[in-house]
Each structure stands twice: as structure tokens, then as C-alpha cells.
């Protein structure tokens, strides 16, 4: 059976997805188009840009523009927004830039937030870059370095209030970006854990980017806001599959959870948020359960019941994997390697072990899920969302898909099998 908790709701806008259809032509599809992009400015030194506020996002979750301010829309606390018997952050929202194009790569990003908060409010900015292989985690906007150049860049406020009386309001955002040496990190094969997974349930509840939970859905939650995918895309997509590897699954990280909002134990320590003394790869949450860790208590200090790393809605849960109860996985974090990706427009898509509806089915791949090609092979003819096709592409792992349905492919040229 799922774990019971509560979740703390952050409200996210959505980015819009990068779902630009690849031509059907012979040979490699072209990369997707980048998302939209506001106009860069030609100032000297650090290139600098204000963010607007009032029309930023234009699909904002719980954030609204009043007299001049930033400010939850609707601060008040629902029964899924308060953690279990601590009084942590119980409303919260976000509101997210258009994506900016710089005038020349950077690797560095400043952001300076004019804000007001007291009595349990906070306010914080985020920003991530955008390269060839795709948008880098979200990190503190006071100072992100990338390893790699970006091109674009996108910002993120994030609100937070404990009760109705908290104030967290922001009056202006402005970031400057400029070049810092670094060391590039060639990217290689995308991190593999092996996890304790739940199942989220929560159906009609609303995720924190602000999708409505339905019935037999297909997305993940991760413990952090680190690689959580603005709604309606898979900028941040995992691969999740039973131990077996029989059956497997792809989908766009939603939600953050099931016990943090912190805790990207993936990174290493330079990196992660909290719990840097812990090994690579250990979420919080098995550590305090297994070994006592932090005396055994959460974020929050709620005493972990469950080693959980990954949540997983119902559809990845059951129709994905195919599992009855939680258990151990293999996550695999699809940003943090390289290699052609393709958009999967319409789904869930199925997984066959080979390049015909004769094959069998391995798994699914989810509506925005972002998976990697390998190379592409003639096969069944399909007639799908997007085109009829005679073309399949093998992804990393082996298992096949159709071009019939998915929308896009960027990150690099796919050569043929």
C-alpha cells in the first residue's frame, strides 16, 4: 500500500514545452526549436535585465500582482499544504520568467531580489541556463555558475508563507549575466540509482507545478525543486524501472516529494542542498530510516516511516512498472547525461522490444516525457499524432518507439542503426 502523508503544494507556472514537430524527411530529424525568448538588451559589461513582474509568466499558480507587488494569491492553508505536525511552509507559489536569449554565452548568473518578508514568509529567486543537451537544475539565483556556456536563461521566484499573517512580497527582479572560467564537465552516461519508490495517489490534488492529479497518471516526484519540469513538459525527465529491468518508464518530474523539499541527493556535495555529508546517490530519507540518520526525522522533523526517494503517480506506478506495492527501483536523472533526446507528444507511448507493434510491450513512455535516441531503424509503418512513418528509434537501453508520436528531437544528430 502507498505511504500516507501530506504534501506541502507549490503552485508552478508552466514553461511552454518544447513540442516544435520534426521534420519527416530521410535522414536525422533537426533539433527542436529553443522556447521563446525575450529580446536582450546591447548594455556593456554584465548583460542586465529586469523581469516584469506583473506579466512574467502569464500562467502563474497562486502568485498574483497587487499595488505593485509580487504576492501569493491566496495565502490561506489547505489540509494538503500542512506538513504532519510541524508548522512548515503550509502555502506556497511560484512564478516563472519567459526564457531570456543572451546576447553572448555566460556562465555565470546574479539575480537580486527586492523582496519583504516576515513573520514566516520567504521569498527566494532561481535560475537555470539553457545548452545543447538542455536546460541545466535550477539553482540559487544569488550566484549560478554552469560548467558550460548557456545561451538562455530563465528565472523563477518562489513564495512561501506559514500562515495567512506571513508576509512574502517582491517588488523587483533583476539578473546580470557575465563569463567566469570553469571547468566543463563532459557529459556522460545519465546517473543510475537504485531507490525505494511510493506511490503518490493523490487524485484531484494538484502537483507542485500545478498539474490536477488524475486518475492513472503518468509523472514522478523528486524530493527537490531542483529538477522540477514547469507543467506540461519534460524539461527534467527520469527513467524509472524494476530491478528486474523487465519493465520500465518514462516520465516528466511534477511533483516534489514524498518527504522533502530539499534534498537532491543526487548531486555530489558541492552541489546538494542539504545533507552534503551524506554518500552520493543516499536520499535523506533512507539514510534516517535505515542508519537513524539526523535522529531519524525529515526536513520538516517528522519522523521518516519509509526510505522513499521517488514518488510516482498511479498510471508509472501500476500500468508503467506494473507494481503492487512500493518497492526498490532504478532511477535513472535524464538531464545530468548527454545524447539526442526526443519529445514525446502523445502518449502513453509504448515500448517495444522491437520496431513493430508485433513486439512486446517493455514499459511507457509519458505525454512530455524527453527520451534518449540512439539511432533510428526502418520498421512497422505507423500512422500517428504526428505523421505516418515507416521510422522507429532505438533509445539508450534498447527498446524502440515510434516516430509516429513524438513531437520533436534535439540534443544532437541521430545516426541509423
Known sequence: ???SRRRTVVALTALTALLT???GLPGTPAPAAPPPTAAPSRAAGPERWSVDL???GGDDVNVAWRSGRLRLADPRPTVRTRPAAVAGPLAEGILLSAPRALEKPATRVRAQLAARTGDGGTAVAQVRGWRARGWTEWRDGAEAVFDQPVSRVQARVVLTTRDAASDATVTGLTLAADRVTTTAVQPAAALTYRVYATRIGLVGGTTANGHTVATRDHFAALPTRRGLSPRNTGDYTVKVCTTSGSRCEYAPVWDVGPWYTRD???N???IREN????PRGLPEAQAAYQNGYNGGRDQFGRTVRNPAGLDLADGTFWDGLRLTDNAWVDVTLLWT???ARAVVGSGPLNLRAGASTSYASRGLAATYAHVPVQCYVTGQRIAGTYRTTTR???LVGGNYVSHAYLSSIYGGTVPRC
Open 275 to 278: 545533507w552534503k555529508d551524506l
Open 392 to 394: 522507429w528509434y532505438r
Open 21 to 23: 514537430v520534426a521534420a
Open 264 to 266: 537532491d541527493w543526487w
Open 337 to 339: 547525461g548527454g545524447g
Open 1 to 3: 500500500m502507498a505511504h
Open 268 to 270: 555530489p556535495a558541492s
Open 54 to 56: 506583473a506579466v512574467a
